[in-house]
């Protein structure tokens, strides 16, 4: 069984950065392809970032590009988001999951991760 658990949301400004940090425990994290997915209300959860083992691989939404990167670090068994100018439309509970399979490419969609996060709210807001 894999445990996450995210930190580091918050109330901000548009323009302004969050980290958010997911710490792993009761499995193999250096083994695991990771990924961020968020949800607003009344719409579907969806990919914002994914990672592979070592972190070498990232596939960014068309949304986040450029504004938010996700990196890893192994030894702490933690998985980060950086989030830079933020946009209100960023508002939405933010999940970390784990591709515990690890076969094939990063996923990205939600059924290709089995273990998630309960969240971490991120409102961004004038």
């Known amino acids: 069984q894999v445990q996450l658990v995210e930190s580091g949301g918050g109330l901000v400004q548009p323009g302004d950065s969050l980290r958010l940090s997911c710490v792993a425990s009761g499995g193999t994290f250096s083994t695991h392809p990771m990924g961020w997915f968020r949800q607003a209300p009344g719409k579907e959860r969806e990919l914002v970032a994914a990672c592979s083992q070592t972190g070498l691989t990232t596939y960014y939404s068309d949304s986040v590009k450029g504004r938010f990167a996700i990196s890893r670090d192994n030894a702490k068994n933690t998985l980060y988001l950086q989030m830079n100018s933020l946009k209100p439309e960023d508002t939405a509970v933010y999940y970390c999951?784990?591709?515990?399979?690890?076969?094939?490419?990063?996923?990205?969609?939600?059924?290709?991760?089995?273990?998630w996060g309960q969240g971490t709210q991120v409102t961004v807001s004038s």
């Open positions: 999951a784990a591709d515990t399979a690890s076969i094939g490419p990063l996923k990205t969609r939600a059924p290709g991760y089995d273990y």
